[in-house]
């Protein structure tokens, strides 16, 4: 989306130009962000317990409801004030995306709009994602990686366990 290098593909494979490809992305994307509430959000009730349970199933875990981590998105060179802001770690312009996956890798929470510079916690602890498991709004616990500080409701590794 960011490079428009899959248009291209996507018009060769079905033989209209890249310019109507970039005008049905332009149409569509508003209306999939709109829909975007109505079906990427955390699990509750007998769903959650669902989620739960595959967690359980595939990797032992019991109570969790979601694993979290971020992912860069790569973009061009944005026009903006402090375009350096979104230069991450490797040196490369992107977006740094925080995603919450179920064990189906169903998306439940997505944040799309922090620069690639940000460390995935500061993208936690500024979330409302994170405001809502404070407030004890979701049942059982997030897994996450060393990008994360360990919480009541979410799982870190420990670096260095003595039992």
Known sequence: MATGGHQLTISDCYQVSQTSISRCIRTVTPIIAQMAKDYVKMPTGMNAIRVMEGFLEIARMPGIVGAIDCTHIHILRPACENPELYRNRKGIFSLNCQDVCGPDLTFFNIVARWW????????????????EFEQGMHKGKLLGDMGYPCRSYLFTPLMNPSN
Request: proline content about 0%; cysteine-free.
């Open 116 to 131: 690639g510079s940000a460390h995935d916690s500061n993208i936690f602890n500024n979330s409302l994602l994170r405001h």
